[in-house]
């Protein structure tokens, strides 16, 4: 009989085993019956044609309209192009130099067609797609059809180039034939009060439904498996959490930050004061602080938190902030340092008595840099404390640090957050700040960011221009590009400079990789604009005779802060980069930014990078360049983005178009998706129950001892690393 963790090799063969972990790193039986259908097709229906997106791997349920044959012009052999149809759309499938498929590929037959969506002159296309036909009897095996072919509902799968969902629904009929079933990890009481199947007839209903009712059934307790294991996680660590003390930092009104207040140039937001009252009154306690704020871009986040650090520094204690990268930890201690003024350089000519000390510790200074920044820190003279993963190595000792700030907390892994947490020492807890400029929706921050108080800042400071949104299309109008690159000089002879973003840095190996997203007539692959390439283009062409400057991920610490302080003191006119300039980075006469090959960023990832330009006096200008066809989901994804600023409205959107499994960060730990059937737009009652009973189960038993089905939960979850984005903020 198969187990629940019975070895693929053994229940499939070695040749399918290795198939499917090589596409979905599936190495058991539990794997494979986890891999749920992403929706069901019935035989008479079709696949909307529309809502296909370049660059997914797509199983389309079609109707052959018509086949044409002929030569190739570059070289030998020949092109056979199947057109089909879901009655209302088109596209094409393209074999090179397998003209006997015409013979298969009779107009009027359906089926179904597996394969990568790309788009050439406009149009989509599948490229050397997998296909398997119906038969005229359609409950026959005649021709190799499927059993799944015969059933009123057919699974469609998530599927892979070697892997299409047919050969999915062949593995998962296998498997549960000789399957003797799995334990329930849901007590029996719970399942009564939810109104839940048991684990078994959940998997076998959703892989093998009669109807839709018996999926929606099957989905209902799917669902509740993967919102309380993410529930009773974050349950446990708020239990947790709250064994350590936090030191106690209440607001001085004669301290550093009354002063720091009482010179500031401009007047704070109604949502800064607002924000900032919360976070002074959790700091006051011993019960430690752990609050996001979440805000639009340029809304002031890094005024709060400096408002928070010099509480805590006026109680005799450090703040820490911690920044993804080096760039962003140089801009925000330089930020922090203009900010706090003659309050920043203690111990220096000039200085107030009542300064502080901000130092920056990354993993690119001088031995002698490290060496004082070191001491700094270790003594206490260091106030603020800037720095990026180097904050959290063994060599790092704070005298007393009593909070972290941490930026893009999403950019951190559970461990490194833990590890910067501890260096309050055994038996304290620093308070904690969150700060993201992604809105988000209540749903995400229920479940992603359930163990922390939530606090938004929706209104921009005084000063914050206006930012204009255009969808450059490339593929229809490509004449526009080039009236792009002239708006760039026109931008910059009025005195202002540009960014120009690439979504990778070039001289890669694209071989297999999802880079090709576009075909021309004979198959070549177009790779997505890189810096590297774009920059010597623009040096030689469009943009002969400004100066241009290239800023990425491979370049040295110190290269890319010399290139950040060149681009900053108008030294640079345009600035090709990756998305390193996407937070914190402040230029204030960059007031246009050209967002190459849009549609491969998501949509609060356009609305941060968009967020650099219009920092200023001048109005900003975001061009959206991109090769993506009209009415596709990526094409509809820009025009939204182009079509408002507000950053909560595209946080909505966002989620609703992207896989929930991108939301939790399961792209960033390159592990297999936490959620697969549960919503976060549509199950918030469920979350909300799931969070509840979560909570009593762990109030009754922390550690889960008498539940060890649930138990069983959680640690699956922590030992795959699924957690990374929700378990410990």
């Given amino acids: 009989m198969t187990g629940w963790d019975s070895e693929l090799d053994r229940v499939l063969g070695a040749k ?63 092109i056979l192009q199947a057109r089909i149809t879901d009655g209302t759309r088109s596209m094409s499938c393209t074999f090179f130099n397998q003209a006997w498929r015409e013979r298969e590929l009779l107009p009027g037959r359906r089926g179904m067609f597996a394969g990568k969506v790309t788009a050439y002159r406009s149009e989509l296309q599948l490229a050397h797609p997998e296909y398997q036909l119906f038969t005229e009897d359609e409950d026959s095996d005649e021709q190799g059809a499927a059993r799944e072919f015969a059933g009123a509902l057919i699974p469609v799968y998530p599927a892979s180039q070697g892997v299409p969902s047919w050969s999915l629904a062949r593995c998962v009929d ?15 009481s719970l399942r009564e009060r939810i109104d839940a199947l048991g684990l078994d007839e959940a998997l076998r209903r959703i892989h093998q439904p009669e109807d839709l009712a018996q999926v929606e059934r099957a989905k209902h307790r799917l669902k509740w498996d993967e919102a309380l294991g993410v529930q009773l996680s974050l349950a446990q660590s708020r239990e947790q959490r709250g064994t350590r003390p936090a030191p106690a930092c209440p607001r001085r009104q004669d301290g550093l930050g009354a002063a720091f207040e009482a010179d500031l140039p401009f007047t704070l937001t109604a949502g800064q004061l607002e924000v900032g ?46 920044a993804p990268t ?47 920044a070191l001491l700094d820190v270790a003594s206490g003279a260091a106030g603020v404390v800037v720095g990026t993963h180097a904050l959290i190595q063994d060599g790092v000792s704070f005298a007393d640090l009593g909070m972290v700030v941490v930026d893009e907390q999403h950019r951190f892994g559970v461990e490194q957050r833990d590890a910067l947490r501890v260096r309050a020492g055994e038996r304290s807890c620093p308070h904690l700040l969150v700060m993201t400029a992604t809105p988000i929706p209540r749903t995400v921050a229920m479940t992603v ?43 910059v002879d009025a005195g202002h400079q540009v960014y120009v973003v690439c979504s990778r840095v070039g001289d890669e190996s694209n071989s297999g990789s999802r880079e090709e997203t576009t075909s021309g007539e004979d198959g070549e692959q177009r790779s997505p604009v890189a810096v590297l390439e774009l920059a010597e283009e623009l040096r030689g062409g469009p943009l002969e005779g400004l100066r241009i400057g290239a800023l990425h991920g491979r ?20 600035l090709v980069a990756t998305t390193v300039v996407e937070v914190g980075v402040d230029v204030p006469n960059a007031t246009m930014m050209v967002i190459m090959d849009a549609d491969r960023f998501g949509t609060s990832q356009l609305h941060q990078l968009r967020g650099r330009v219009g920092r200023g006096a001048s109005p900003g200008l975001c061009l959206l360049v991109s090769e993506a066809v009209s009415q596709t989901p990526a094409r509809n994804r820009l025009e939204a983005v182009a079509s408002t600023t507000d950053g909560f409205e595209l946080a909505r959107l966002d989620l609703q178009q992207r896989r929930e499994g991108d ?8 592990k297999k998706s936490t959620l697969r059937v549960l919503s976060l737009v549509h199950d918030e009652e469920l979350i909300a129950r799931a969070r509840a009973e979560a909570e009593e189960f762990v109030r009754e038993d922390p550690e889960l001892n008498s539940y060890p089905g649930l138990a069983a939960m959680v640690a699956d979850l922590v030992a795959e690393e699924r957690a990374d984005f929700l378990e410990k903020a």
Avoid: C
């Fill in 16 to 78: 399918t085993a290795k198939a499917l972990n090589g596409a979905f790193g599936m190495t058991t039986v539990g794997d494979l019956l986890r891999h749920y259908p992403r929706r069901y097709a019935e035989r008479g229906e079709l696949t909307p044609i529309g809502g296909l997106e370049t660059g997914e791997h797509a199983t389309v349920l079609a109707r052959v309209e018509r086949v044409s044959k002929r030569r190739m012009r570059s070289r030998k052999g020949t």
């Fill in 174 to 188: 296998q498997v549960l034939s000789g399957w003797d079933g799995v334990v329930d990890p849901l007590p029996e």
């Fill in 277 to 322: 009252e919360r976070i002074a009154e959790d700091l006051a306690h011993e019960h430690p602080m752990n609050r996001l704020v979440q805000g639009e871009v340029g809304s002031g986040k890094t005024v709060v938190a400096l408002r928070a650090m010099l509480q805590v520094i006026d109680s005799g204690r450090q703040a820490a902030m911690l």
């Fill in 326 to 372: 080096e760039v962003l930890a140089a801009q925000h201690a330089r930020s922090l340092r203009e900010l706090l003024g003659e309050f920043a350089g203690a111990g220096e000519l000039g200085a107030s008595d009542r300064a502080t000390k901000v130092t920056l510790l990354t993993g690119s200074l001088s031995a002698a840099q490290r060496k004082q």
């Fill in 449 to 491: 960011f359930g163990d922390l108080r939530t606090s938004a800042l929706r209104e921009l400071p005084n000063g914050r221009s206006p930012i204009s949104t255009t969808v450059v299309p490339t593929a229809e109008k490509p004449a526009w590009l080039e009236r792009a690159w002239q708006r760039v000089r026109e931008e």
């Fill in 555 to 574: 370049l040295a610490s110190e290269d890319k802060d010399s290139v950040m302080r060149s681009f900053a003191a108008a030294e640079i006119d345009v």
């Fill in 663 to 670: 939301v939790l960060g399961a792209a960033q730990s390159g």
